[in-house]
């Protein structure tokens, strides 16, 4: 294997266990000031990056799990009072899930203390190499995001 590829996994492998850990989502609950499950956090803030509602199979999508699985977290907030049903101004008979005022503000501040640790983290690094890992990072998500979906539909499409 390649030496870089190596050291990108590797590093990727390291961050994403660090950020995944149960520990990490509750401190980060903690200084946002919400109790809130990771599912239902990534929720709040995949329709608060959206900004605007989504139907539930959109949210799953998004977060490449089921949608039974969102199905179950958005009734939870719903009861929450952290989302709540709208029509879809496209088709009147279905529903999609949009934050209340109390849901954006939870999500924004679990958005903004993540946002903080990275800006502490990275403090010292020069303007240009932020916007370099700002840039390389966004490229190496789709990049993956692309190809793993392009392999799924190419084994869903197999069966």
């Given at each position: 294997m390649d030496e870089n590829l190596h050291r990108?996994?590797?590093a990727y492998r390291r961050l994403a266990t660090t950020?995944?850990?149960?520990k990490t989502h509750e401190r980060l609950t903690a200084a946002a000031g919400v109790r809130l499950d990771r599912p239902d956090v990534q929720i709040l803030v995949t329709l608060?990056?959206?900004g605007e509602p989504r139907r539930?199979?959109?949210i799953a999508e998004s977060l490449q799990v089921e949608s039974p699985h969102v199905t179950r977290h958005v009734a939870a907030l719903e009861q929450r009072g952290l989302v709540e049903?709208?029509?879809d101004p496209d088709?009147?008979?279905?529903?999609?899930?949009a934050l209340t005022e109390d849901g954006a503000e939870a999500a924004e501040s679990c958005r903004r203390v993540t946002s903080q640790w990275f800006e502490s983290a990275?403090?010292?690094?020069?303007?240009?190499?932020?916007?370099e890992l700002a840039r390389l990072l966004d490229k190496l998500a789709y990049d993956v995001c692309d190809h793993l979906t392009a392999q799924l539909d190419s084994t869903s499409s197999a069966r």
């Open positions: 990108t996994v590797s950020l995944n850990r149960a608060l990056d959206a539930i199979g959109m049903r709208v029509r088709d009147g008979r279905a529903w999609r899930i990275l403090a010292d690094w020069p303007e240009p190499e932020r916007a």
